[in-house]
């Protein structure tokens, strides 16, 4: 029932005043400090900033986050499915079959990320230096 | 669907009124109580830490202002009370500081971020049921409150949960990309990389005990645990449970799931040993580096929010929620005063958690980064996958 989510609302509103309004005092009762050019470097270890800011970084994390939406997506199927399962499967084994077909197509594509060693830090495409761990 | 009504209540006012005013009030002490949860969390730990390393920790500060005159009245007596003042000056601390903006970074998603860490942990917290939710007739008011011992009973409670709790790794990536500086933004793509592929896993573990229970409503949860036992100690239900032996026969799935959700649970909210994204021997201070005063405290808080909301979610999933398996305690469920018995049971339950949160980080050392990841993805997520599985068919057999 939509009524049922206006208390959710409701505690939506409340926290976001409870996040504004504690920003809010902090900028009107903190105290002031003098402004410097040095106050307003990076902080490197209080060395100089050196290079670009946004460095390069892995292109694991590119992958873990398309594996993660590959496999969130799968847990959203699975929920309504586990839901109605109990009631369903007295009736006809159907459902059974059905989602762990679903399941074992999941777990080839999960063995095939593994073979191609999406989930391997220690591994560099291209490299041919021996994984250490 | 709202019949309840105020006693003297003039006609004119919709019905609504009063269920939205108790509603209020309810998010207002709720609000309250994780804010003080949170602060005396802080001050356990600091406790919990002295006291593994053989510290006293902080004893000192007591009652605020100790020594002072007030008004000529009477003179603040100088107890220090176990240092329990603590918290107290800590959050003015926090508030009295310069709220410095660095001026390399992009401004609105550096002030945007500390609030989008914050607000989902207090968000997640309204489905959670800390008390019955049988209707109870208010004295006084004349006015019967559906579900007393939640603020919103929805039907898709868990659902809900995970939704708002993944919204919690937009905050942590905006404050490491708008900082424009390399230790946050390690700590940032390094944070939200370990939060995603243990949201998986998380996602996952809790399957089995749907498929079990069938409900995703967390009240129904609890109701479930009353009849069958609770999910981890199948033999601790309200009546004497011998009789059913599927929850015997289900135990072993209900503890694989709930050793994957524990260990999820302490990657999800950054604690040790998987504080990769602040790893202060590698990045300083991870993704907020760059942050002071409030901003700081607002991930500090949403940290060990999210650490509550991670707790109260294990107690209602596994361990029964405000239930125990006593007949006279179930039996109050109709009573308004049982609301603050119950409310206090699962606060217990939940310090247990708490605890063990603390113990585990003073006791155990960090994870290299490629052993999170291979934890994450090689072990537990396919040791998640067939418990499902294992699930799924034990109840094919025994329905």
């Not at chain 1, 902080?43 to 892995?58: A, L, M, N, Q, W």
Request: charged share 10%; proline share 6%.
């Amino acid at each position: 029932m939509p009524q049922d989510y206006v208390p959710v609302f409701l505690q939506v509103l409340a926290g976001i005043f409870f996040a504004v309004s504690t920003l809010a005092v902090s900028v009107l009762i903190g105290k002031r400090g003098r402004d410097s050019v040095a106050k307003d470097t990076a902080y490197e270890c209080g060395k100089d900033p050196i290079g670009d800011v946004h460095t390069r970084f892995s292109v694991k994390f590119y992958l873990v986050a398309m594996l993660f939406i590959l496999f969130d997506i799968e847990v959203v199927f699975m929920y309504t499915w586990a839901v109605v399962y109990r009631d369903m499967v007295h009736h006809s084994l159907a459902i059974f079959y059905s989602m762990f077909t679903f399941i074992g197509i999941l777990f080839v594509g999960y063995l095939y990320a593994l073979k191609k060693k999406a989930f391997d830090w220690t591994h560099t495409p291209g490299s041919s230096s021996p994984n250490r761990s | 669907m709202i019949t309840p009504y105020f006693a003297n209540m003039p006609a004119d006012v919709p019905g609504w009124v009063p269920d939205v005013f108790i509603t209020l009030i309810k998010i207002f002490i709720l609000v309250n109580v994780i804010l003080g949860l949170v602060s005396y969390t802080v001050m356990a730990e600091r406790k919990i830490s002295a006291a593994i390393q053989d510290r006293i920790g902080p004893n000192r500060t007591g009652v605020p202002l100790g020594g002072v005159n007030i008004l000529g009245l009477f003179t603040m007596p100088r107890w220090s009370i176990w240092g329990l003042g603590q918290p107290l000056a800590d959050a003015l601390k926090f508030m009295l500081k310069e709220e410095f903006t660095p001026a390399h970074v992009n401004k609105f998603y550096f002030w945007l971020a500390p609030a989008m860490a914050m607000v989902p942990a207090l968000l997640t917290i309204c489905v959670i049921p800390f008390a019955s939710s049988h209707p109870v007739v208010l004295p006084f008011f004349d006015y019967t409150m559906k579900a007393p011992g939640v603020i919103a009973d929805v039907g898709i409670g868990v659902l809900l949960i995970f939704a708002i709790a993944s919204l919690g790794v937009y905050g942590i990536v905006l404050a490491g990309w708008s900082s424009n500086s390399k230790y946050p933004f390690l700590g940032g793509i390094r944070s939200s990389a370990q939060m995603i592929s243990y949201e998986v896993s998380m996602g996952l573990s809790v399957i089995p005990l749907f498929l079990v229970m069938g409900n995703l409503r967390l009240s129904d949860v609890v109701q479930y645990q009353v009849d069958h036992g609770w999910t981890v100690l199948p033999f601790l239900a309200a009546t004497w449970p011998w009789h059913n032996g599927a929850s015997y026969l289900l135990w072993l799935p209900m503890l694989i799931s709930f050793l994957i959700f524990l260990v999820s649970a302490f990657a999800e909210t950054n604690r040790l040993p998987f504080d990769l994204p602040e790893s202060e021997t590698e990045l300083v201070g991870g993704y907020h580096t760059e942050y002071s005063a409030m901003k700081f405290a607002l991930f500090f808080l949403g940290e060990y929010a999210a650490m509550i909301v991670a707790s109260s979610l294990m107690v209602t999933l596994f361990l029964g929620g405000w239930s125990l398996p006593l007949p006279f305690y179930m039996a109050w469920q109709d009573q308004w005063w049982s609301i603050p018995i119950y409310a206090f049971v699962f606060l217990l339950k939940m310090l247990l958690f708490i605890v063990l949160f603390i113990w585990v980080r003073w006791t155990l050392p960090r994870f290299r980064y490629d052993q999170l990841m291979s934890l994450g993805w090689k072990f537990i997520l396919p040791i998640s996958l067939a418990n499902i599985v294992l699930t799924g068919i034990l109840l094919a057999i025994v329905g």
